[in-house]
């Protein structure tokens, strides 16, 4: 492709929010500030396609209704929309830490964030800052990209502006849905271990409670089961587990009916874990009603997906001192074609495995 001229622009979608669109000649990305700085749409321009999820109930209108929900969970799942969220200072249930109840996935994905922009003609960056209020941490997270690289590149830093040392589970959240996501994908990873949760979330859990072996072939209920193959759209399927011990911090989801893949590469010192989660028409009941074909695999902090009252007894809850700071870098990468991926670095650098050698 030519040289573009990169852009970052503001425009309204729908239901009153205001996007921030940061993009280049192979991608776009949609981020939604007033919504946890969340990205709602990543666009692989070559196929005009949007790999997150969307939820068929979509975007709650801004600003609308009366709170009604009994739990800080309800009230999460009725605002989410699919895309890509920032799970922190929380990751899972709602727990109790230093005095103040900290609600389901964490707070920063249910503020609002402030942004400032920058382009240039070979690259466009927007940064997205945010202050939690129940706990004394700021989070910044800087978005570029860079023209001739189907890579959005993130720059995070944390800091504990408190006076005391800190504890906390962070994590990113982006779930993929169709048309990308379907029974023709598979899931590649460096050398890992799987754990299922130490509870079913549905009866159409392929594996049992607390199963666990070398990725991708893990026993099962009726048989081993391989992970790396996404069950079709016409199978009714869940699953819920954690990926660790992992060699390199990146995957890669490769569709071969749309010939290319979505790739995410991350610190593994930061984020040791991935929290991997199918939804695949198989949960009845709130909120999904047999009706959702959705994936995320989440670069995590800590396990188990349960609060962070459990990841502290665990032992994966990281402490931050206090004035301290945490800098990472993650990457974004889309990847034509359908070759074996041997790593994906940092700054979204991908090295493929040609046919023939």
Known sequence: ?????CRVHERPIERGYHAVVL????????????????????????????????SPWGLKPLGAGIP????????????????????????????????CR????????????????AEGGDYAEAEFTVATFR?????????????????????????????????????????????????????????????????????????????AGWWPRIPGKEGMVDLSVVPPITERRCEYGYIRDLAEGWYAVTSREHDFSFGLAWPVAVFPYLWFWQELRGSFGFPWYGACYVMAIEPFTSIPGAGLENAIKAGTAPEIQ??????????AVYIPGQETVRSIRNDGTVRVERAGG
Not at 1 to 5: E, H, I, V, Y
Not at 162 to 169: K, N, T, V
């Open 102 to 117: 900290l609600n389901f996935h964490g707070e920063v994905s249910t503020l609002p964030w402030e942004f400032t922009h």
């Open 1 to 5: 492709m030519n040289r573009f001229a």
């Open 23 to 54: 993009e280049n000649e192979w991608l776009s990305a949609t981020i939604l500030p007033a919504k946890g700085a969340e990205i709602y749409r990543l666009e692989y321009k070559p196929k005009a396609m949007d790999v997150l999820w969307k």
């Open 322 to 331: 206090a004035g301290g700071t945490i800098e990472v870098e993650l990457a």
């Open 68 to 99: 009604t929900a009994a739990t800080s969970e309800e009230a999460w799942l009725e605002h989410y929309a699919g895309g890509w969220q920032e799970m922190f200072p929380n990751g899972g249930d709602s727990c109790v830490y230093k005095g």
């Open 135 to 211: 706990s004394p941490f700021r989070l910044r997270r800087r978005m570029r990209v860079e023209s001739g690289r189907p890579v959005l590149r993130i720059f995070e830093t944390l800091t504990n502006a408190g006076e005391e040392p800190m504890r906390f589970m962070w994590g990113h959240h982006p779930a993929f849905g169709a048309p990308f996501l379907s029974g023709d994908c598979r899931i590649q990873l460096p050398e890992c271990r799987f754990e299922a949760h130490d509870a079913e979330i549905a009866p159409t859990c392929r594996l049992p409670a607390g199963a």
